[in-house]
Every structure is written in structure tokens, then in C-alpha cells.
């Protein structure tokens, strides 16, 4: 169905939803431009005079002759008449005014040009002084998106609506081998008004046309005029087959409830089971701005087998969020996101039509946050939902509140620079650890050039620690300490970085040799266990966090002791962009006591080696790797490669991940996976593209495999794509999906699936 009857709703601040909306292909306002400008011509006593027209702006007409008849009161100008008014131009061969009569008319070859861009023309323009009432023969209008309008009639009553006669509108070019061919698409009107006050413009006994051949009717549609920044309606429409769910339809509503605030309500209609009644909310205020989505139904419950069994369940689903100014320094927002199971977003597809940012887990908060000079605070509370099968609510934490405070000085003397970062940390569980943890940190950092060219940047810090931890429940809590009550400890810290780029140019060719080494010194932390760990639970060693001062990501644990951290980098740059480039690191522990996890790459004296290599001579070839290898035997623990092969018309995109189980605890099983991706493009109108996804590790197999294909040009778009998935989980199995898409140019989006 390429269009529906009906009334097209327009959201706020030109926002499409799931389609385009029509176009301003106004006939009534190409008509008002035109009846403006030939008002301009009341009272010509002679050719080239300016004077202010009827509407309050001068205008400069010009013509090869102006004539008089005092008898009949008529002013008439012939020959390349031109009336400029502002950045409006009309033209015409004979334009005449008839004082006693108040009529304007314009005859031969009229046109008008905008300051939109927007040109009409016309053979002839009948109007009165007033600009309330007149007629138009043949109007045609190239607009400023070069679409094109076409009436044989139009005729403007009241000073506010105008009806046109027998329209044809298209944005489609012609073709330039026979430009009387029918373009790619047309709509064609037994009747069009536009209804100004409204912003409003209707369509009566329309049919839609492809290659001229007519494809669907109705007898009625309505969508804003162009001036309307949104108009409530119905927008485009979605249909969907799916092997789990059957058939099903949305069709949204768009509502607009005041200046400031609008919604969506988009019911989803299934044939095997009760609707999902779903919607969303937007609003902006003086101090800030809201949007939210919510959903609920009532459907026959389902046991893990996806049967159904007799009992109903109510499902739904909240999703809000907010931010406000307090004043210039000081802001406070919130986010909810809230369900009521594990499986119901990935069931009825929500989470892609509301744009969650996780599957796995739902975050709520309450927030503010001040900024002022180099100066940060802030005040959070968080509230988790998870959405894995293996999650446990009562382990789910509770943070109420978390504090931050960030502050950095200006430069002092000698360019060193004070900081100081606090944090204070409240987390609850009904049945796991629960603590409250301070933590404050001090610091200075002194940057120096040596006059040889080595750069040394000297660091110190001072921080202090404060925990009150109590045990309840599971001992299956990953963050469950050996010990209650209150712990606390005092970490000083110095950090020495020197670097030495060397540069050589070669012709077009520029090198830069680098060697970076670092010191840094801690006092050696004895077993860390006694304090609960909930932000340092996974390490990724890579090369990005070679020379960070600790490793770790949050705050719970400290990486102490002594370590030197060592690396050269290397990058080949040529004058036409080509380059290359090599850095490979490693880090050294005085002490082979750690807190890191066994098989992090950091836990012995010697770190396993982290690198990367990057090669890109033509923009048509580009290729990077980095890696995590095993400092005894080279083993490859961690590795990522991109490659991209081609130019732009033809290329072919490759990816490859490797994780070793071990460096990573959340992972039951190894990851190894390859994927790839051609895109060509056939035609300047033509393109496809092609994707693979597979496992080489213990279940290697087929992950996914897809393909599109895409029609599109000035005025339409069409494009099918395939998709087969072969993972999945009890209420989102594995599953074929395809999707039909249909774009009208101005007109609005079709879109259907089957998954």
C-alpha cells in the first residue's frame, strides 16, 4: 500500500517519523507569491519608477513600454515587463492594473521567482488589489528541491484558501532522452486546497503513479502545508510477519499537544495474539527537556518452550528521560528503564524501536552535575535491571548515591599542575555485600622539554582510602570480601615518563621513531581481598592503557608496587597519505606479587607483549591489527584485525576477533570469530552488499549470513534486505528476517518484514 487516506501527522522540529512527510508543493503559496508581485504594479505612472506596492515593500518595475488610458482607468506595462519586490521577481509580457475594477492581471510567459528558490510559472494571473481573490491559468512550479507542481486551474477565495484543478506533483527529474516520458513516480489530484489558516493541504480523488501506470487511489489525503512545523495524523504504517509473533501491524499517531510537547501512540496489532498498546512522549521546557516511551499488554503466559499455558501475564515495559538546567554552573537530569521480565523488549522487538542502549542490562538514575572553570561535581544514584538469564536480583546493587569531584589547576610554576579527585560510593543489596567507600586522591604533574628534545613528564599522588563493608547472603557475590567492617589504606604513588621522537624525511616520506618508557613506584599492597571489588572486576590489557598509572579501570583495586612500563612506536607518513606505523610494549613488576587476575597478562613480573600494527599505503587498501600475546611463548590472547580491500564502487571489508576465555571472566567459552562484508555498487542507481558472520572457536559454525539490495534515485528508493540469524536465546530463537523498504521522495517511507 504506497499511500493511505487520511490525515499525515508531522512531528516536532522537522523530525520524520519512520517516513518522509509530503513536501511544500503549494499551489496556494506559489499563487500568493504571484498575486504579491503583481500588486506591486498598482498606480505605474512610467516605466523604471519605484514605489511601494499594497503590500508596504517598494517595488521596481521595468518595461519596454507603460501606457495610461485615463478613460478607463487602466495602467498597463508590455515588454519584458520585470517587477522586483525584496528578493521576489515576477515577470511577464503584459502586465495591467484596472483602477476601477481593482484587478491585477499578467499575462504571457509569467513567472515568479522566490528568495526560497521555489519558481513558478503561468500563462495567465487574474487577481484583485486586496490579494483576497483571483484566478491562475496553467500553473507550473519548479520548487527549491526541484520537485515539480503542475495545475490546468487554481483560483484563491478569501485571502486564505486557494483550490487548484486537475494537479500533478512529482520530485522525480525527467528524462532528458524524452522529457515528455511519465516520471519514475507521480500523484495526480481531481482537486487540491489549501487551506492557509489550517496549514493544511487536502487531496481529493488521488492516484498515485510508477512509470505512469497508476498503482493506487484514494479518495481523500491531508498532510501540512510546509509552513506547519507538525500537525497531528497517522503516520506510515509498519507490517511484519514473524514466525514467533504471526502477522502484525503498527500504525502510530501523532498528536500535538501544545508548542512544546507532542506523542506517539503506536499500538501493535498481533493476529495470534492480544495488541501491544506502546507509545512515546516528548516535551521541552525554558530549563531543559523530557522523553519517554511506555508499553504494556496482557497475553497468555509462556513457560521457557515458548507454550502457552492458560494463566494471563501482564507485560510492559517504561523507558523516560530527562535533563533540566538548574542555572549557568548547575544541571540535574534523570533516566528509567524499567520492564517487567527479562525477555519481554527482545520479544516484541522494543528494544530497537525505543533505542536501548543495552540488552542485557536496564539502567535507571537520578542525577546533577555542576561545571565550572576546571572544576566538576557531581551527585548519582543508579538503580539496575539485568536481563540475562543467569542474573540474580538479589545481587543486582542499589548505588545510593555516588559522588565525584574533579579539579584542576591552572599551570604553575614552571608549568606543574594541581589536581584533586574525590569519590564516595554508597551500594546496597538485599541479599549481598553491602559498603559505603571514600576515596580521595591529590596530585601534581610537572611536564619538561630537555633541550636535546626527550620530553619527561614527573607525576605524584596521594590517595586515601576509607571502606564500611558487611556480608549478607550468597557467598556467590563476586565482589563479597574476606572481612567485615571498616578497612581503610593510604596509597603515595610517583610516576616518571620519558619520550624521545625522532624524525626523518626521505623524499615524500616522513619517519617518526619514538621509544616511551615509564617508572612508576607504589608502596606493595599486601592481599587486597579484604575489600569488596564492584568496578575492577575485568582487565583489558591492551596497548591504549600500556602507561596508565594503574591498569584498572575503577577505583575497588590499586595496582601497587613497582613497575616499569616500555614500548617503541614507529609511523611511516607519506606526502599523499599513505601510512604505517608499528608500536610494541611491554611492562616490567619489580615484585611478582599482584592484584591482577591470573590470566590478565599483567600478573607475573613480566607483562605479556601488546602491540599494534597499522598499514594503509592507498586509500583503496587499509589494514590494523593489535594484539595481547603470551610473554613465554607468543600465544595470541587477545587479537583484533580490520581489513578493508577496494575502492568505492567495489570493496570488501574483513574483521577478526579473537578472546581468550581466560582474560576475561565473564566468558564461559573462548571467542574467535571472522566476519566479512562486500559492498558494490552496480549503477550510479544500483548498489548492494553482502555480510557473513562465523565462529572458528570450539562451537565454530555459521553466526549469521545477509545480503541487500538497493535501488535509489533522485525520487525513490527501494531496497530489500535478508538476514538469516542462527543465534539466539528462549524468547528471541534463531530466525530468518526479511525486510521490504519503499521510499517516495517528500511523500513518506513503506517498510515491511518478515522475521
Known amino acids: ?195 492557509q489558516a489550517a496549514q493544511q493541504i487536502r487531496h481529493d480523488d488521488a492516484r498515485m503513479e510508477i512509470f505512469g501506470v497508476p498503482i493506487a487511489y484514494t479518495p481523500y489525503l491531508a498532510h501540512p502545508d510546509g509552513t506547519a512545523d507538525r500537525q497531528s495524523g497517522f503516520l506510515a504504517p509498519e507490517f511484519k510477519s514473524s514466525s514467533t509473533l504471526g502477522q502484525l501491524i503498527t500504525i502510530p499517531y501523532y498528536v500535538v499537544i501544545d508548542e512544546s510537547s507532542d506523542a506517539t501512540f503506536e499500538p501493535i496489532f498481533l493476529l495470534d495474539e492480544v495488541p501491544v498498546a506502546a507509545g512515546e512522549y516528548r516535551a521541552k521546557t525554558a530549563k531543559g527537556q523530557v522523553q519517554g516511551s511506555a508499553s504494556i499488554t496482557r497475553p497468555d503466559r509462556r ?205 615524500d616520506i616522513r619517519t617518526i621513531v619514538e621509544p616511551i618508557a615509564q617508572f612508576s613506584a607504589a608502596p606493595t599492597l599486601s592481599n587486597q581481598n579484604r575489600f569488596p571489588n564492584e568496578d575492577s572486576r575485568g582487565v583489558e590489557f591492551d596497548e591504549t592503557n600500556l602507561f596508565r598509572a594503574s591498569r584498572f579501570d575503577g577505583l575497588d583495586r590499586v595496582e601497587g608496587g613497582q613497575h616499569v612500563d616500555y614500548g617503541l612506536s614507529t609511523t611511516t607518513i607519506r606526502d599523499n597519505g599513505g601510512r604505517a606505523g608499528v608500536f610494541v610494549g611491554q611492562s616490567y613488576r619489580l615484585q611478582n606479587e599482584s592484584a591482577f587476575p591470573q590470566h590478565s597478562g599483567l600478573s607475573g613480573h613480566q607483562s605479556n607483549y601488546v602491540g599494534r600494527l597499522m598499514f594503509a599505503p592507498h586509500p583503496w587498501f587499509s589494514t590494523r591489527y593489535s594484539f595481547q600475546m603470551d610473554q613465554s611463548d607468543f600465544s595470541a590472547q587477545r587479537n583484533r584485525a580490520t581489513a578493508y580491500f577496494g575502492p568505492r564502487s567495489l570493496n570488501l571489508a574483513l574483521s577478526y576477533v579473537f578472546v581468550d576465555r581466560l582474560t576475561q571472566p565473564s566468558l564461559t567459552n573462548s571467542v574467535e570469530q571472522l566476519g566479512a562484508i562486500v559492498n558494490a555498487r552496480f549503477t550510479p542507481n544500483w548498489r548492494g552488499q553482502a555480510r557473513y558472520l562465523t565462529s572458528l572457536a570450539d562451537d565454530s559454525g555459521t553466526l549469521l549470513w545477509g545480503g541487500s539490495l538497493i535501488y535509489e534515485d533522485e525520487c525513490l528508493l527501494v531496497g530489500a534486505d535478508l538476514t538469516r540469524r542462527y543465534i539466539g536465546n528462549r524468547d528471541n530463537p534463531p530466525d530468518t528476517a526479511i525486510v521490504m523498504r519503499v521510499v517516495f521522495r517528500n511523500l513518506g517511507e513503506i517498510k515491511t518484514g518478515l522475521f
Open 1 to 195: 500500500m504506497p499511500m493511505r487516506g487520511g490525515h499525515i501527522g508531522r512531528r516536532a522540529n522537522g523530525e520524520r517519523r519512520r517516513h518522509r512527510l509530503v513536501a511544500p508543493w503549494l499551489v496556494a503559496l506559489g499563487f500568493a507569491f504571484a498575486t504579491t508581485l503583481a500588486g506591486a504594479v498598482l498606480s505605474v505612472p512610467a516605466a523604471g519608477q519605484s514605489r511601494p506596492s499594497s503590500t508596504g515593500l517598494p517595488a521596481l518595475i521595468t518595461a519596454d513600454e507603460v501606457n495610461y488610458d485615463e478613460q478607463l482607468g487602466v495602467v498597463t506595462a508590455r515588454g519584458n515587463v520585470e517587477v522586483s519586490q525584496g528578493e521576489r521577481v515576477l515577470r511577464a509580457d503584459v502586465v495591467s492594473y484596472n483602477r476601477l475594477s481593482n484587478v491585477v492581471t499578467a499575462t504571457g510567459n509569467v513567472s515568479v521567482a522566490e528568495p526560497t528558490g521555489d519558481v513558478i510559472f503561468a500563462d495567465y494571473v487574474e487577481l484583485t488589489d486586496d490579494l483576497r481573490e483571483g484566478t491562475i491559468q496553467n500553473f507550473r512550479a519548479i520548487l527549491a528541491d526541484q520537485s515539480r507542481l503542475a495545475a490546468v486551474s487554481a483560483r484563491r477565495s478569501s485571502g486564505n484558501a486557494t483550490v487548484a484543478r486537475r494537479t500533478v506533483y512529482s520530485p522525480c527529474d525527467l528524462c532528458k532522452e524524452d522529457p515528455t516520458r511519465a516520471p519514475v513516480w507521480q500523484i495526480k489530484a481531481a482537486r487540491v486546497t489549501h487551506d
Open 303 to 507: 513457560d521457557d518452550a515458548n507454550r502457552r499455558l492458560s494463566e494471563k501475564d501482564t507485560r510492559g515495559h517504561i523507558k523516560a528521560n530527562g535533563r533540566f538546567d538548574i542555572d549557568d554552573d548547575w544541571r540535574w537530569g534523570f533516566q528509567a528503564e524499567r520492564a517487567t521480565d527479562d525477555t519481554y523488549l527482545q520479544r516484541y522487538r522494543l528494544h530497537q524501536r525505543y533505542k536501548f542502549l543495552s540488552s542485557e542490562t536496564l539502567t535507571s538514575s537520578l542525577y546533577t552535575e555542576g561545571f565550572r572553570d576546571r572544576n566538576y561535581a557531581s551527585a548519582t544514584s543508579y538503580a539496575f535491571q539485568g536481563l540475562r538469564e543467569r542474573d540474580d536480583p538479589g545481587l543486582t546493587p542499589l548505588v545510593l548515591p555516588m559522588l565525584d569531584y574533579n579539579a584542576l589547576s591552572e599551570p604553575g610554576l614552571y608549568g606543574g599542575r594541581y589536581s584533586l579527585d574525590a569519590n564516595a560510593l554508597s551500594v546496597y543489596r538485599s541479599e549481598g555485600t553491602r559498603m559505603q567507600r571514600t576515596v580521595v586522591r591529590g596530585g601534581w604533574s610537572l611536564p619538561w622539554t630537555a633541550p636535546s628534545g626527550e620530553i619527561y613528564t614527573l607525576s605524584t599522588s596521594l590517595r586515601g582510602d576509607l571502606y564500611n563493608t558487611s556480608q549478607i547472603g550468597s557467598a556467590a557475590d563476586p565482589s563479597r570480601p574476606t572481612e567485615d567492617g571498616v578497612h581503610s589504606r593510604l596509597i603515595p604513588q610517583v610516576d616518571l615518563n620519558w619520550r624521545y621522537p625522532f624524525i626523518r624525511r626521505d623524499g
